[in-house]
């Protein structure tokens, strides 16, 4: 469960690290975002661990990623869109 705990944190924090990278200005600061897809994923590692069980070390990581990548997705703000104005006939 140690190793399992531990590689979940390391796959949240390289997506949230990916998604502040990508999506820094639909997003708050990248301490926030680091922080909730590290809980996130130790969360979701946690959640699918107690449904499946020992034994599922790779299902419980990809659990994990959903999980973390739903977190983040809550953080999401919606995109600033440049009003046009209609073209003069």
Do not use: K, N
């Not at 994990?64 to 003069?88: E, H, I, K, T």
């Amino acid at each position: 469960m140690f190793w399992e705990a531990l590689g979940s944190v390391v796959l949240g924090l390289a997506l949230s690290w990916a998604a502040a990278h990508r999506l820094a200005d639909r997003l708050p600061s990248r301490r926030v975002v680091l922080a909730a897809g590290a809980l996130g994923a130790l969360f979701g590692a946690l959640l699918t661990h107690a449904a499946l069980g020992p034994g599922y070390g790779a299902a419980t990581l990809i659990g994990a990623v959903a999980v973390a990548a739903v977190v983040l997705s809550l953080l999401l703000r919606p995109a600033r869109r440049r009003l046009r104005r209609p073209a003069a006939t």
